[in-house]
Nanobody
Framework: QVQLVESGGGLVQAGGSLRLSCAAS??????MGWFRQAPGKEREFVAA????????RYADSVKGRFTISRDNAKKTVSLQMNSLKPEDTAVYYC??????????????????WGQGTQVTVSS
């Protein structure tokens, strides 16, 4: 069993930065991902990182602006978000994939989810 708790969301102006954190408890050496859901839209993939931290994957919309990282000793996964845009406004969710077949981009590939943290980017 894994529990995930996100933090670090807030209100920021366009062009600014935020750093989201996901604190995990229980068994944590899983591939981890960040997803987001804007009002009226489906939840979408943002970034993923392998359990070892050795490889990462990003959605095209955030590539070059966001960086996912993890600290297995502290059981945390972070998402550094730079050059934020109004279209990045969403609830951001941390997720864990216990099967680890690949760096998943689909919701169905993840079995544990946090409660989400709101990110609002003003223009």
């Amino acid at each position: 069993q894994v529990q995930l708790v996100e933090s670090g969301g807030g209100l920021v102006q366009a062009g600014g930065s935020l750093r989201l954190s996901c604190a995990a408890s229980g068994r944590t050496l899983y591939n981890m991902g960040w997803f987001r859901q804007a009002p009226g839209k489906e939840r979408e993939f943002v970034a993923a990182i392998r359990w070892s931290g050795g490889s990462t994957r990003y959605a095209d919309s955030v590539k070059g602006r966001f960086t996912i990282s993890r600290d297995n000793a502290k059981k945390t996964v972070s998402l550094q978000m730079n050059s934020l845009k109004p279209e990045d406004t969403a609830v951001y969710y941390c997720a864990a994939d216990s099967r680890g077949l690949r760096l998943g981009v689909y919701i169905q590939e993840y079995d544990y989810w946090g409660q989400g943290t709101q990110v609002t980017v003003s223009s």
